[in-house]
């Protein structure tokens, strides 16, 4: 097969959801289907419980074991479809929108008797930001459910973006018979006692009496409603999808493997093969010959006997080769790799080469952060990793005097690896870690101590926002980190940070200071 070939039979995404709508049990019939594994229950669920930590780390652990669940590869009706996986926890967010820099489109699920749920909006946000093409799919249709049109009213409303659907459902709860797919003109029934593969019953003419034989008086409504659904919502027009500007719709059941081999199948045909990636200096083709790439995550070994960490690095341009020499642009280094390993069938293999839409996992000793990009020399920087300022702050203090040096590696890699932020105050010289969430706190008590030896000791520091300054009014600056200067920091990078101690604060010094730029992300 051709270089195009390959790119173009690749099918690169990630799945989102709220908590609970069904991620998990979506992933592993998706997996089932392309034969990655063969028993339900297969993939780890990688939600954490109200007791945190050590669920987390219990998680953790087995990851460490198997990393494959990071990203699962498996091929199906001759595409290479790789699934990357998302924390479900939303102190974990952050790693959820870097893993979705490295996506080439989002299947969202959402439980149908909840509809739209803060943390839906908030990724779909981020798919919004980067124009990513996205899928929705409406899961637990075998559950009493919201009204189908409503529920769709409330996607475009709340996740601003135009629907269309290409199935839909009959009935709901105990009463659900089915879906109608509207893209392929095929009638599926549900029955809760099967949840095998199964064909659906084709129905060309659905003013055929035909229909009452199978669904009875539903076979009325849903006629009404799909005259509704043609009458409301435009032909489905695939360009406006590849263009973030229009989702379709499916329904089902997860649980029940229903309705998701419909979308398995809708999806590999029109979602999109890998896709142009911007860099500082100019947008790169996937098709250009030259291997280019960039690190979105990660993934240390929890295992304190095996202390090497994987770098995810996403293919965006050329053929990836083993042991061939690539640009470390960071460092200004080359590199070679001689066990880059792929996620095939849930089995981490070593693999020779790797095409545009692919993730290698490269075992790493402390080389890469995220958001490093590889090339075969060219000058390149790919954008759009960026970190989030952080919410939530405290001062980091050594609590085992002997093990310094370790406490400082551990903070530093940990860092790079996106846990959190460290600031260093400018008024003490302190250091300060951000957070997202409150559970990085204890992720990196745990992990100091557990795979650095080295203990830590927290001090609350009530904060409000820290924000990245700059402006090329350099008087202005400089007279603003002189009245702010116990509260300004410095970020790992040397830039300029002002931590707001309240909205207000930081209201007034946007006010005071129109000559500055607020930065809330720390890519500008
Ligand atoms: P995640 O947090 O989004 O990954 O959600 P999970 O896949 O872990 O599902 C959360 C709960 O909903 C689990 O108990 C699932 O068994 C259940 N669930 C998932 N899909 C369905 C479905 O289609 N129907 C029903 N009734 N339950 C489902």
Not at 65 to 77: L, N, P, W
Not at 172 to 189: E, Q, R, S
Request: aromatic share 10%; charged share 30%.
């Amino acid at each position: 097969m051709g270089f195009k070939e390959e790119i173009k039979r690749r099918r690169t995404f990630g799945i989102v959801s709220h908590p609970d709508a069904g991620k998990t049990t979506l992933t592993e019939k998706l997996l089932l289907f392309g034969g990655a594994i063969h028993t339900a229950g297969a993939v780890k669920s990688n939600k954490i419980k109200k007791s945190a930590t050590s669920d987390f780390m219990e998680i953790e652990r087995q990851r460490g074991i198997s990393v494959a669940t990071s990203v699962m590869g498996f091929e199906y009706q001759g595409y290479k479809v790789n699934i990357l996986d998302t924390p479900g926890h939303q102190d974990f967010q952050e790693d959820t929108f870097r893993t979705l820099t490295a996506v080439d489109s989002v299947i969202i699920v959402i439980d149908a008797a909840k509809g739209v749920e803060p943390q839906t909006e908030k990724l779909m946000n981020v798919c919004r930001m980067r124009k990513t093409p996205v899928i929705v799919f409406i899961n637990k249709m075998d559950r009493p459910t919201k009204d189908s049109f409503d529920l769709l009213d409330e996607i475009e409303e709340q996740l601003k973006i135009k629907v269309r659907p290409l199935s839909w459902p009959i009935n709901d709860g105990p009463d659900f018979k089915g879906v109608y797919n509207i893209f392929d003109k095929n009638l599926k029934l549900f029955d809760p006692s099967i949840t095998e593969i199964e064909e659906g019953i084709n129905f060309e003419d659905l003013n055929s009496p035909e229909l009452e034989n199978y669904i009875g008086n539903d076979a009325d409504v849903l006629r009404e409603e799909l005259e509704l659904v043609e009458g409301v919502y435009p032909e489905f027009d695939a360009k406006e999808y590849l263009a973030g500007d229009l989702a379709p719709v499916f329904f089902g059941s997860a649980l029940y493997n229903f309705g998701v081999h419909e979308l398995l199948d809708t999806f590999v045909r029109i979602a999109p093969h890998p896709r142009p990636k911007d860099a500082e200096e100019r947008d790169v083709e996937p098709s250009e010959e030259k291997f280019t790439g960039f690190v979105f995550k990660i993934h240390a070994n929890i295992d304190p006997n095996h202390r090497s960490r994987i770098a995810f690095v996403k293919i965006c341009s050329g053929t990836f080769q083993r042991n061939t020499n690539y640009k470390h642009m960071r460092l200004g280094k080359n590199f070679k790799f001689s066990s880059p390993t792929a996620f095939m069938a849930s089995k981490k293999e070593i693999i020779e080469e790797a095409y545009p839409g692919d993730i290698v996992g490269i075992p790493d000793t402390g080389n890469f952060i995220i958001g490093d990009t590889l090339t075969e020399g060219e000058d390149l920087h790919f954008k759009g990793i960026p970190s989030f300022s952080p919410e939530i702050f405290r001062y980091i203090e050594n609590a085992d005097p002997m093990k310094s040096k370790q406490l400082n590696k551990g903070v530093d890699q940990l860092m790079d690896e996106g846990v959190a932020q460290l600031f260093t105050s400018e008024l003490n010289g302190r250091k300060i870690i951000g957070t997202v969430g409150a559970l990085q706190f204890e992720v990196i008590e745990y992990r100091l101590e557990h795979e650095y030896n080295a203990k830590c000791r927290w001090e609350n520091l009530s904060m409000y926002k820290a924000c990245w300054i700059e402006s090329d009014d350099k008087e202005k600056l400089a007279d603003f980190k002189k009245r702010k200067h116990n509260k300004m920091a410095k970020d790992k990078h040397g830039r300029d940070v002002f931590m707001a101690d309240s909205p207000f604060i930081l209201d007034m010094a946007q006010r005071d200071f129109p000559e500055l730029s607020f930065h809330f992300k720390s890519e500008f």
